[in-house]
């Protein structure tokens, strides 16, 4: 099957961003025709300084790679190096109602705080439907929270096809089971708006830091716990295996421990996870020339297959 996902460059990626997105990207690029965009087109509505702009999306393709995605077998590309996607969306967008767009989450958040929204956002859901119809993708792996735009996309494709014939396939979500439980360092979702995330690639020892600060209950620490539930828990499961897990699990119930000593085992647990990806992000920065070489490789067989689909709703619509 046909797979595609887009992160931006707006900062960092962090715990949640690995474990509920990229760590799909890495599993299905297996067996799989695999399209992942660095999406700096969508980063302008929030990414106003073009230095930092470029840099962040260097650094994204960088982290990309040495978290694991192989450019032998995804095709890796940025955003803006494939205009067909970008003329892609004007044609969609003259078919796309206004209500549908007036109901996205991200315009209408931005609408209820009396926030002013400029085009790009209000539009923002267009041009992530031409993203993943531009390359006839069948699965789009998200997070929870970005499910309603595979919907959305879905339903732009239905009124173009409507209208012009059959021109796009539908693709579907791909959601993991725990792509909305990645806790953040107070409990809450980790999120940058909520200024609460631990960077994959941020140094050991500032990782660590943020880790024994992560906020904890009162309990005693002779008292026996639960952990399901429990966002420390929670946060260990990610990168242990089941055996370790279920050790954990029964040192909460057993009690007579203190929070610090699963902070412990939770970093060294990270930091064992991430060191081998730590190791490759040295290696690409150090050989810039590489990466960007593998961008446009990348982007040169993304416009083939964008150019494909562009004639063919050109063509289906008169173009």
Same mark, same amino acid.
């Given at each position: 099957? &046909? ?8 900062? &960092? ?34 990414? &106003? ?13 960088? #982290? ?5 995605? #192989? ?9 803006? #190096? ?5 003329? %892609? ?10 209500? %549908? ?7 209408? #958040? ?66 993991l089971d725990n792509a909305a439980k990645v806790p953040g360092t107070d409990g809450e979702k980790m999120s940058k708006s909520y200024n609460n995330t631990i960077e994959v690639f941020e140094p050991l020892k500032a990782m660590r830091k943020k880790v024994m600060r992560i906020a904890t209950d009162s309990r005693p620490m002779e008292q026996p716990k639960e952990p399901e539930g429990d966002h420390l828990f929670q946060l260990y499961s990610l990168f242990v295996d089941d055996a370790k897990r279920e050790e954990m699990a029964a040192l909460y119930r057993r009690g007579g421990f203190g929070y610090g000593q699963v902070k ?30 593998? %961008?446009?490789?990348? !982007?040169?067989? !993304? ?17």
């Amino acid at each position: 099957m &046909r797979v595609l996902s887009g992160i931006q460059p707006t900062g &960092r990626i962090h715990w949640g961003n690995y474990f509920a997105a990229i760590r799909q990207y890495i599993d299905l690029q297996q067996g799989n025709e695999s399209y992942y965009f660095i999406a700096n087109l969508h980063a302008l509505t929030t990414v &106003r300084e073009p230095k930092v702009l470029r840099q962040n999306t260097l650094d994204l393709a960088i #982290d990309l790679l040495a978290l694991g995605v #192989d450019p032998g077998k995804a095709t890796l590309f940025v955003q803006s #190096d494939v205009p067909e996607v970008s003329e %892609l969306c004007w044609l969609l967008m003259t078919s796309t109602p206004m209500g %549908l767009l007036e109901r996205c989450h991200a315009y209408k #958040d931005k609408k209820d705080k009396g926030i002013p929204a400029d085009a790009g956002l209000f539009t923002y859901p267009v041009l992530m439907a031409a993203d993943i119809l531009g390359y006839d993708a069948d699965v789009v792996p998200v997070g929870q929270d970005q499910v309603q735009h595979i919907e959305v996309c879905r339903d732009v494709a239905d009124k173009f096809n409507h209208a012009f014939g059959e021109v796009f396939i539908l693709p579907k979500a791909k959601v993991l089971d725990n792509a909305a439980k990645v806790p953040g360092t107070d409990g809450e979702k980790m999120s940058k708006s909520y200024n609460n995330t631990i960077e994959v690639f941020e140094p050991l020892k500032a990782m660590r830091k943020k880790v024994m600060r992560i906020a904890t209950d009162s309990r005693p620490m002779e008292q026996p716990k639960e952990p399901e539930g429990d966002h420390l828990f929670q946060l260990y499961s990610l990168f242990v295996d089941d055996a370790k897990r279920e050790e954990m699990a029964a040192l909460y119930r057993r009690g007579g421990f203190g929070y610090g000593q699963v902070k412990t085992a939770l970093a060294d647990a990270a930091e064992a996870f991430f060191t081998p990806a730590h190791a490759r992000r040295e290696e690409y920065s150090a050989n810039p020339k590489r990466v960007e070489e593998i %961008l446009a490789d990348g !982007a040169s067989r !993304a416009r083939k297959k964008a150019g494909d689909v562009l004639k063919r709703a050109k063509k289906a619509s008169g173009l």
